[in-house]
């Protein structure tokens, strides 16, 4: 794979995301040490700092300056030519009523335009190019911390519009009850894939239904998706590698591992991943490489 190199200088690299039309979007914290602010309970920080979006697109770079930011972002997401979406996996119900606005978006110039409130414990999220915003939520946002009396993230995993109102929702069925979003995948407009603990099954939601199947990996946190095949990071035991399944009927059984390596067959020091579809996103310190399994698939005549 060939990296598209996105920062130099002294920063560190916050969240990153394929964007609905391919572009790569990621976050970093500029400063001069490793010591980044230390959080507060919730989302918010104790001491402000500078970030920078740059967003790859169409060949070339956007950048957006992010000055003072009293939050500590998990998640960036590009939503259009004009808007960015930066959110914290943390909120905090507080006295009276109030709970903190962890969804909070800018335009490309920096300034903050709205924020709104996508609930505690966010495991994954994920935009669509027909104005979705997927949340999929880990068990603490699922059972309620941070004062949730009833949490947000009770759902497991929620669409919302670009203005933080709930739209779609998974229903908890007593036998596919999502007690942690292990990992999400927005393959497109009006349809995600999620996989989930108790179960470790896939379901598939799909322009209000959903279906389910099952995989023979158990603890995986990132997938991607072509026709009958999937790649899933490895799971339990089994980090930093990536294993090929095939449907058959409503299973998916583990084929081979791949390797993946940059284009001079290095090892890729990977700090965060990303899925959408069949591309994932491996993000290093200061490079983004995208593998295509749709690619892969084509070339391997698999």
């Keep these: 794979m060939q990296p598209v190199a996105l920062w130099e200088g002294n920063s560190f690299v916050r969240a990153a995301s394929l964007g609905p039309n391919g572009e790569i979007c990621v976050l970093w914290t500029i400063c001069e040490s490793e010591i980044l602010a230390e959080g507060v309970p919730g989302g918010m920080v104790e001491q402000p700092m500078d970030h920078e979006a740059v967003i790859f697109k169409d060949g070339q770079y956007i ?25 914290s996996s943390r909120s905090v119900f507080h006295e009276g009523g ?8 800018f335009d490309l110039t920096g300034k903050i335009t709205r924020s709104f409130c996508l609930g505690d414990g966010i495991n994954h999220l994920s935009a669509t190019g027909d104005g979705r915003i997927w949340t999929g939520y ?6 309620g911390n941070n004062h949730w009396e009833q949490p947000i993230g009770e759902k497991g995993l929620i669409g919302w519009d670009t203005e933080g109102n709930m739209v779609e929702w998974h229903d908890q069925p007593r036998d596919h009850f999502i007690s942690d979003c292990y990992a999400m995948n927005v393959v497109a407009d009006g349809e995600v894939w999620f996989y989930f603990y108790d179960d470790f099954h896939i379901g598939i939601w799909k322009n209000g239904e959903t279906v389910y199947r099952i995989p023979d990996i158990e603890g995986a946190t990132v997938f991607a998706v072509h026709e009958d095949w999937i790649l899933f990071s490895g799971g339990y035991a089994n980090h930093g590698r990536y294993f090929l399944c095939k449907r058959n009927g409503n299973r998916y059984r583990t084929v081979q591992e791949l390797i993946l390596s940059d284009a001079k067959g290095r090892k890729i020091d990977i700090l965060l991943t990303y899925a959408r579809g069949a591309k994932l996103l491996l993000q290093s310190e200061k490079e983004s490489y995208v593998f295509d399994l749709a690619d892969w698939i084509r070339q391997n005549r698999m």
């Design 63 to 87: 950048k957006v300056p992010l000055k003072n930011q009293k939050w500590s972002y998990h998640f960036i997401e590009y939503l259009s030519d004009y808007e960015l979406l930066l959110a």
């Design 98 to 105: 109030k709970e903190e606005r962890n969804g909070r978006v």
């Design 138 to 143: 880990f068990d603490e946002g699922v059972y």
